[in-house]
């Protein structure tokens, strides 16, 4: 190829720059988190990508105009080169703040298909949970095996509204504390649970949307939605997705175990994935830390303390920050698709 010549330049840069502008989204990434994994599959369409810019500037070299853009293949090579012949020590320097903002909301995009199908497995079990409950409200005891949720919904909202004293002076920090270590608990069970081939881990996805299905129609037959919105958004706007991208981790680890479509050993697969389950985890604790403050400060109060519609307004701006947070932070060039042609 470097020997070619070059018949009809715009005809070779419109062909080639598609490959240039990946084999730069790759260095751009690459340059944002030097850390970032990339399996056997991506190392190759990168280094393909640099042979063939490297030989197009080669080719572009015998061609005695375009000066800019045989400058930006110059800088485009010089880049690939630095990062296909690196010499940094690893492990490279944490930095809590660039793998808060950059590497774990990039970690859970580049998994969506595993978010959304723990999304859509808790929707199967909260529908499941609700229709059960309206069709046989006596399944209650079975279907909310909590003891505060076993009461009419009525009795507790009519209690909790005319409340006289705090029934947490003095234990918030407590309780908080509480929460914040049983939900982190519940979240490393489901995403261990991915090692049974991942089924424990849609059990617990399902048994979780039964409970909130279950709750949800409980109290809005009785007429008590704000009640109900009010007291969970606050804090699930956090707990409910933490708990998803959970089994989110679950199932990759249940794809690695499987290993369908892959001649790589268990081992290899398992080493390949842990940095990614490692970053969600810990995303997961971090996000259940906030759901537990708030809770225990915030969700437990009600009206007349806390306006319905103030809990509910605080609720979506969190959950609206929490969303735009995962799908929009660390932008820039996403992960580049996997790609094994050498064309």
């Given at each position: 190829?470097?020997?070619?010549?070059?018949?009809?330049?715009?005809?070779?840069?419109?062909?080639?720059?598609?490959?240039?502008?990946?084999?730069?989204?790759?260095l751009r990434q690459l340059e944002d988190d030097p850390g970032g994994p990339m399996d056997i599959a991506?190392?190759?369409?990168?280094?393909?990508?640099?042979?063939?810019?490297?030989?197009?500037?080669?080719?572009?070299?015998?061609?005695?105009?375009?000066?800019?853009?045989?400058?930006?293949?110059?800088?485009?090579?010089?880049?690939?080169?630095?990062?296909?012949?690196?010499?940094?020590?690893?492990?490279?320097?944490?930095?809590?703040?660039?793998?808060?903002?950059?590497?774990?909301?990039?970690?859970?995009?580049?998994?969506?298909?595993?978010?959304?199908?723990?999304?859509?497995?808790?929707?199967?079990?909260?529908?499941?949970?609700?229709?059960?409950?309206?069709?046989?409200?006596d399944a209650k005891p079975v279907l909310l095996p909590f003891s505060h949720l076993q009461m009419d919904?009525?009795?507790?909202?009519?209690?909790?509204?005319?409340?006289?004293?705090?029934?947490?002076?003095?234990?918030?920090?407590?309780?908080?504390?509480?929460?914040?270590?049983?939900?982190?608990?519940?979240?490393?069970?489901?995403?261990?649970?991915?090692?049974?081939?991942?089924?424990?881990?849609?059990?617990?996805?399902?048994?979780?949307?039964?409970?909130?299905?279950?709750?949800?129609?409980?109290?809005?037959?009785?007429?008590?939605?704000?009640?109900?919105?009010?007291?969970?958004?606050?804090?699930?706007?956090?707990?409910?997705?933490?708990?998803?991208?959970?089994?989110?981790?679950?199932?990759?680890?249940?794809?690695?175990?499987?290993?369908?479509?892959?001649?790589?050993?268990?081992?290899?697969?398992?080493?390949?994935?842990?940095?990614?389950?490692?970053?969600?985890?810990?995303?997961?604790?971090?996000?259940?830390?906030?759901?537990?403050?708030?809770?225990?400060?915030?969700?437990?109060?009600?009206?007349?303390?806390?306006?319905?519609?103030?809990?509910?307004?605080?609720?979506?701006?969190?959950?609206?920050?929490?969303?735009?947070?995962?799908?929009?932070?660390?932008?820039?060039?996403?992960?580049?698709?996997?790609?094994?042609?050498?064309?």
């Amino acid at each position: 190829m470097v020997g070619a010549m070059i018949i009809d330049l715009p005809k070779f840069i419109a062909t080639e720059q598609p490959y240039w502008d990946e084999l730069d989204r790759w260095l751009r990434q690459l340059e944002d988190d030097p850390g970032g994994p990339m399996d056997i599959a991506q190392a190759r369409r990168f280094h393909y990508l640099y042979e063939r810019a490297a030989a197009d500037l080669g080719r572009l070299n015998t061609f005695a105009s375009e000066p800019e853009m045989r400058r930006f293949l110059e800088t485009l090579v010089a880049r690939a080169y630095g990062e296909v012949h690196e010499t940094r020590e690893q492990p490279h320097r944490f930095r809590p703040w660039h793998w808060l903002t950059v590497v774990f909301p990039r970690t859970f995009r580049r998994h969506a298909e595993a978010f959304w199908l723990a999304v859509a497995i808790t929707i199967a079990g909260s529908t499941f949970g609700g229709l059960a409950l309206a069709l046989d409200p006596d399944a209650k005891p079975v279907l909310l095996p909590f003891s505060h949720l076993q009461m009419d919904p009525r009795e507790r909202v009519a209690r909790e509204e005319k409340a006289k004293t705090d029934r947490l002076a003095g234990n918030k920090a407590e309780f908080s504390a509480f929460l914040m270590t049983h939900n982190t608990q519940v979240s490393l069970y489901t995403m261990a649970l991915g090692m049974t081939w991942a089924v424990g881990t849609v059990l617990m996805l399902f048994y979780n949307g039964v409970i909130l299905g279950a709750v949800a129609v409980d109290y809005m037959r009785t007429g008590e939605t704000p009640f109900l919105v009010g007291w969970l958004l606050p804090h699930g706007s956090f707990e409910i997705p933490a708990i998803l991208i959970a089994g989110q981790a679950g199932l990759i680890l249940g794809r690695a175990m499987i290993g369908r479509g892959t001649r790589q050993t268990l081992a290899e697969r398992l080493r390949a994935i842990a940095p990614d389950l490692t970053t969600l985890i810990f995303g997961v604790a971090l996000m259940l830390v906030w759901a537990g403050f708030i809770e225990s400060f915030f969700s437990q109060y009600h009206q007349p303390v806390i306006p319905y519609a103030v809990k509910i307004s605080f609720g979506v701006v969190e959950l609206t920050a929490l969303s735009l947070f995962l799908w929009k932070a660390g932008a820039g060039p996403d992960q580049p698709e996997k790609r094994e042609d050498g064309a």
